[in-house]
Structure formats: structure tokens, C-alpha cells
């Protein structure tokens, strides 16, 4: 174990050695390389993975979590479709629900998230377990690949259904699926093998989309496809196959994407997750080509979804679909709040942010991360499909063996790598972007930063830096939209005088030196966040935090709380009226009970509500929304 005097002792190269990364880190094979380059530098730069370590916290446990999740099932089942489908044995017991052999989406996670969600969560810890499982699936399913390239885990007919026009699910999306897992493994965890498949099949592809006019084409871009092209977009810079980019401009969409390149809002009944996956392939597409076109849809797709079609947790989606702008009201259901969607919102807004780095970007990317994903994963790993927005419902998480939404891919995906967003840095220093329980590993710079913290618990954070020898450099903090006055930043316990406001970020710029620390006072309060089109409906944020009512957990059988259905139908279960909750002139209608355990209460039509974060609820009815009256309603001395 290196001691701190030795680290002390060292840095560049020999910092490194002394600890400045995860020693799995320093053994792993170098990723895929890109041949070509990007054209838009980035104006701030994520960490690799494995640079930034989880510390003790909730988002340590959902990682713990997943990987217990991602562990326990077998390579075989995983691979039992696509041996079935490629003339192979195969006699263990299938899998279930969308990974069903009667099912026309099995392969997406199976072949798919599973892979990328392996590949991050070995790129976050190095665990070589996890790296090994994942290496095993790709050569069992290179096993599976036919020699003309296609790989799958149902018949070419699917495809052949799709060019027809004939009725058949995605074949398309699950082929985005494919491509990114393959890829994922080649980036993060060094397999030669997977760049080979990814590439064969992507080249089987290519050959099936140049079949098709442009008409027929068009068609073909009606049905769901995920990022087929931001993969292809990834093969190009790989390998500089200048096939690839042209089957890559063939998903443009002129349909979705004109509209947004002039700044507007033609959304309303569109199928929601559709569309967030092209917009981060457009994302994509402008750092590898710099076509500012590309920038402006996706800036303008950001900021319309952001704006004016999300609920109060930044999540969206009502029945899968978006509505009209500004219209939320009528969308509060048992099937609201789509993950998918908060999952791909998450990756579109770290793009934007490496552009242009602003606080209002994190500020989003914070409530969405605190309440649209944090608290979709129940205790056993499990995930969710929806957030139910309307009120008595509860929250439906998959089965181990038999549910394999999409939604449980793409969280099996978050868990895997959520510090990915908590530093980033530029040429004259530091970004610390969310107050999560972490360590900073940076060699180059001889810096090891610690943040200690227990937010939102705490209402703030203690950064601790040490370094091989003093150095000057920025430290960005991000000062967030929702802090209240009495913030406070100090350093080695000084307090520091600033001109920055909520919303933006404070830069201390100094020589810093070995043993600094750095102390946040974040203080938080209640703040209303109704509906555009309903002012009398609305949720309550503390801090970041979207707060929910606890409603019991009367007519909820033990066998309610995970389905294995193909969708989690809340149509079955009976719901409640939304609470209703009074508010005297100048108060706000909820009350401290116990800020230090986030807990809250509101005075109810039938008496007294409480309340407490929304991810904190589980395995019981709830509610976001409330009705809010005047108190002289109920009181009419008041």
C-alpha cells in the first residue's frame, strides 16, 4: 500500500504508479483507437471512468447492485436466441419477456445493453470478473455470426418484413443495440473480437440498407431505429471506412430534424424515445464532422423537451409519447416518465455541456440523475419502465429472468457508470459539476481530489486536495440555480468573497497545495413547481429534490411490485385522487418536519400528508402532484 509520504514523494508518471489510478487501470489493453479525428474540440473533457471512483453512497450501492444483477445471469441464456438462430445447440431455459424466443425485440439486452453496461461497469472499477464474463458473450456470440456478417437474434426475415413494409417490431433498433455493445467492449475494454463483429455486421447492414431507394428508405425511417447511425458514425472514426458515414447521413430524418434546425417544436404525438436517440446521434455527428447544422438541432431539441415538455423531476413522456408544449396537465398517468427517455436526456446533455459548459446544463442533469433515475433500481437491482405521475400508483420493476425491457437495459447502463459527469476539466483546470461521494484521480496534474459529502443529506460538500507539489490551476465550482442565500464557499476554513450567483460557477483560481480543502454550504428550501398549463397542480422540489406524498400501501400484493409483462401495465391497478393540500398567503403548503432525514408534511384535505424524496419511495403508493387550495377554503376566517 503506497503511504502518503510516499505519495508525496512523486508525481507525473510515478504518481500514477503510487496510486493516482485504480491499479485494474494500469493492466488493461489499450481501447480502440480513432483514425479519424474529431472536428469540434471539445471546450471541456469528461474523465475516463476510471479515473473518478465512487465513494460510500447511494450511488456506490446502485452500482454494487447492478452488478450483483448483471452477474447472476448466465452466459448461456443470454446467448440462447442467437445460437437458435444460428443453427447451434442450445438446450438451457430461455429467457422471458423481451428476450423471449416468441418475442421481436430478443437480442436487445441479451446481445446489446448487457454488453455496454459490462463494458462501463469494468471501465468505472476494473473488475476483472465482470471483464471476463463479457468477453466470454462476445466470442459466443462471434460463435453465432454467419459468414456473410449478420448476426442476430431472430431470422433475416425481420429485416425482410421491415423492407416490405410489412408489420414487424424494430429490427433496426435492436441492431443499434448490437453495434454499441460491441463497440463498448472494443472502447472500454480493449476486445479486438468485438471491433470485428461490430464491424462484419455493421458491413451486412450497410449492404441491406443500400438495397433501398430513397423513397423506400424514407418509409423505412418511420419505425423505431434507435442510434443505428451514431454507431456507424463511431465505425467511420475507427476504422476511416468512408461507407459507414454514408450509410450513417441515410438516417437523417428530414421529418424530425428540419423542424429543429429552425428552432421548432413539432413533437406533439410523437413516440418520445424514438426521437432522443437520433438527437444524440446528431450530437455525434457534429464533434466527428463540425456541421454546425447538427449543433442547432441538438441545442434546440434540448432546450424545447427541457423546457416545455418536462415534468417537475426533468423526466418525460406520457404513454411513451410527448404532447403539446406546455401541456402537462392531462399527462399525469400510470404510465408517465418513461427511463429510456431520462437515460438518453443524460447523454444528450453531457454532450452539450462539453460545447458549451454551463450550469443551467448540470443544474438539469443533476434532477434528472437525483430523481428520474436514482430511485428506478429497487433493492434487488431490479428496474423500472415507467414513473408513474398520476397519484396512488406505485412503482413496477422487472423480474431477474423474464422482463428485459428496454428500460432495464439502459439502467443497467446508468448504474454502471454514474460518476461520469462529476468532474470535468480543460487546459486551465477543474469542473466539479455534482456533489456526489467521489475521488478524483489525475496524474497528469499530480492531483488526487477527494469529495466528501453525504448530499443531499448534507447540504454541502468538503473537497480535499492532495497533490505531489503545488500547483496553480481553476476550480470551478457549480453554484446551483436552486441554492438560497447564506451559500458559502471557504477554503482551509477562510471564507471566500465572490461575485458569482445561483446558476453559474464560482472560480477560485490559486496555487493550491497538499492537504486544501475546499468546504461548500449549499443551503436548500421548498420550492413549488406547478404545471404551466394548471398552476393549482403542483409538485414540491427541496433543493434539487422532487418530493412525493406517501400513500400507503393498502392493495398492494407482493406479487404487484414486479411484472414480467412485455409492457408494466398500470391499467389494472386502482389509483387515487390527487391529494389535495391547503397554503396559507405567503407560505409555502409543505413544512420542515425533519430536514436532516429529508422528512416533510403538508396539511391534507383529510389531515395531515407526509412527505419525503421521490427516490426514497419504494414498494408503496405515492404521489408528486398535489391540488393546492387557499387555506380559506377549508378555513374561511382564515
Known sequence: MTTRRDFLKHSGAAAAALGMAPAAAQVRPPPARAVIGEAVAPVERAFALDQVELLDGPFRQARDRDRRYLMSIPNDRLLHCFRITAGLPSTVAPLGGWE????????????????????????????????????????????????????????????????????VWVPLYTAHKLLAGQLDMARLCGNAQALQVATRFADWLGAWID???????????????????????????????????RWALRFEQASLL????????????????????????????????????QRRIAESFWSIVTQHHAYATGGVSDYERFGRPDHLA?????????????????????????????????????????????????EAGMMMYFVPMDAGYWKLFNTPFDSFWCCTGTGAEEFAKSQDSIYFHDDAGLSVNLYIASRLH?????????????????????????????????????????????????????????????????????????????????????????????????????????????????????????????????????????????????????????????????EGIDGSLALIPLNRIVHERYAVYCRVRPQWEKNPQF
Not at 463494458?119 to 462476445?138: F, H, I, M, N, W
Not at 434507435?226 to 454507431?231: L, R
Not at 443551467?360 to 428520474?372: G, H, K, P, T
Not at 459529502?453 to 481553476?474: I, K, Y
Open 100 to 167: 423471449s424466443p416468441h418475442c421481436e425485440l430478443r437480442g436487445h439486452f441479451a446481445g446489446g445493453h448487457y454488453l455496454s453496461a459490462c463494458a462501463l461497469l469494468y471501465a468505472s472499477t476494473g473488475d476483472e470478473a465482470v471483464r471476463q464474463k463479457a468477453d466470454a458473450l462476445v466470442a459466443g456470440l462471434a460463435r453465432c455470426q454467419r459468414a456473410d456478417g449478420y448476426l442476430g437474434a431472430y431470422p433475416v426475415s425481420f429485416y425482410e418484413r421491415l423492407g416490405r413494409g410489412e408489420e
Open 211 to 245: 438495397s433501398f431507394d430513397d423513397t423506400q428508405w424514407q418509409r423505412i425511417l418511420t419505425v423505431e431505429f434507435g442510434a443505428v447511425h451514431e454507431s456507424l458514425w463511431e465505425l467511420y472514426r475507427l476504422g476511416g471506412d468512408t461507407r459507414y458515414r
Open 258 to 293: 428540419d423542424p429543429l434546425a429552425d428552432g421548432r417544436d413539432a413533437l406533439d404525438d410523437l413516440h418520445a424515445n424514438t426521437q432522443i436517440p437520433k438527437i444524440v446521434a446528431a450530437a455525434r455527428a457534429y464533434e466527428i464532422e463540425g456541421d454546425t447544422r
Open 330 to 378: 392531462g399527462r399525469l398517468s400510470g404510465h408517465s416518465h418513461e427511463c429510456c427517455c431520462s437515460y438518453n436526456l443524460l447523454k444528450l446533455t453531457r454532450h452539450l455541456y462539453g460545447w458549451q459548459p454551463q450550469a443551467a446544463l448540470m443544474d438539469y442533469y443533476e434532477r434528472v440523475l437525483f430523481n428520474a433515475r436514482l430511485g428506478t433500481q429497487d
Open 442 to 602: 489525475w496524474p497528469e496534474q499530480g492531483l488526487r481530489l477527494t469529495q466528501q459529502t453525504r448530499f443531499p443529506d448534507e447540504q454541502g460538500s468538503t473537497l480535499v486536495l492532495e497533490l505531489a507539489q503545488p500547483r496553480e490551476f481553476d476550480l470551478r465550482l457549480r453554484i446551483p440555480g436552486w441554492v438560497q442565500p447564506g451559500w458559502q464557499v471557504a477554503v482551509n476554513g477562510q471564507p471566500q468573497t465572490t461575485t458569482a450567483t445561483p446558476g453559474s460557477y464560482l472560480r477560485l483560481r490559486r496555487r493550491w497545495a497538499d492537504g486544501d480543502r475546499v468546504t461548500l454550504r449549499l443551503p436548500m428550501a421548498l420550492q413549488a413547481a406547478p404545471l404551466p398549463d394548471e398552476p393549482s397542480l403542483q409538485a414540491m422540489r427541496y433543493g434539487p429534490l422532487v418530493l412525493a406524498v406517501r400513500m400507503g400501501t393498502d392493495g398492494i400484493a407482493p406479487e404487484q411490485l414486479h411484472v414480467s409483462d412485455q409492457r408494466p401495465s398500470l391499467n389494472h391497478i386502482v389509483g387515487r385522487a390527487l391529494p389535495s393540500v391547503y397554503f396559507a398567503p405567503n407560505q409555502s403548503w409543505v413544512t420542515p418536519q425533519d430536514e436532516a432525514r429529508l422528512q416533510f408534511s403538508a
